[in-house]
């Protein structure tokens, strides 16, 4: 058998009387956070206008 031990995650599920959707994350390690925050860190520092930012402003900075 085998032991895991969950820090975060999340699951979303969609459900109707003929099937169940279910889709869930769960992080291991801090680290993926950290990662996040850096790059999340560098996005805003290339930033030029003042303004309101959401992650799908860094993800269009990061996928391109």
Same mark, same amino acid.
Request: proline share 2%; net charge negative; glycine share 4%.
């Given at each position: 058998?085998?032991?895991t *031990?969950? #820090?975060?995650?999340?699951?979303?599920?969609?459900r109707?009387?003929?099937?169940? &959707?279910e889709? @869930?994350? *769960?992080a #291991?390690?801090?680290?993926? &956070? !950290?990662?996040g925050?850096? =790059? =999340?860190? @560098? &996005?805003? !520092? *290339?930033?030029? =206008?003042?303004g309101?930012y959401?992650? +799908?402003? #860094?993800l269009? +900075?990061?996928?391109k």
């Amino acid at each position: 058998y085998e032991i895991t *031990t969950r #820090l975060v995650g999340s699951e979303m599920c969609i459900r109707d009387s003929d099937e169940v &959707f279910e889709m @869930k994350h *769960t992080a #291991l390690s801090r680290e993926v &956070f !950290a990662s996040g925050a850096i =790059a =999340a860190a @560098k &996005f805003i !520092a *290339t930033v030029k =206008a003042p303004g309101m930012y959401d992650m +799908d402003d #860094l993800l269009r +900075d990061v996928v391109k």
